[in-house]
Nanobody, 118 residues
């Protein structure tokens, strides 16, 4: 599975962005898809994931929404009410099972930068 993330950018606090992650392969619908992020000097952290259900990090719950379009082999992350602390490089990833741990994800996209100004 090859993943290509896009949609990052610079936005003011309180604004919104939608990230997209396009996947190659015919078995996209069978994979759990996740979003992770890494800020400078910090460890990578889980953001959201979905397969037959959805998981969210507490820090983004009620502000971010993960969704997928299996016909387009694409997973999305709608980010609303963005905060400066959301600034990070955002990665999409694919796994065989739904999980919060990045160790469970075998396939990773290249990352897209999200910068939220105050």
């Amino acid at each position: 599975v090859q993943l290509q993330a896009s949609g990052g950018g610079l936005v003011q606090a309180g604004g919104s962005l939608r990230l997209s992650c396009a996947a190659s392969g015919r078995t996209f619908s069978s994979y759990a898809m996740g979003w992770f992020r890494q800020a400078p000097g910090k460890e990578r952290e889980f953001v959201a994931a979905m397969q037959w259900s959805t998981y969210y990090a507490d820090s983004v719950k009620s502000r971010f929404t993960i969704s997928r379009d299996n016909a387009k082999n694409t997973v999305y992350l709608q980010m609303n009410s963005l905060r400066p602390e959301d600034t990070a490089l955002y990665y999409c990833a694919a796994a065989r099972v739904l999980a919060r741990s990045g160790d469970m994800y075998a396939y990773w996209g290249q990352g897209t930068q999200v910068t939220v100004s105050s």
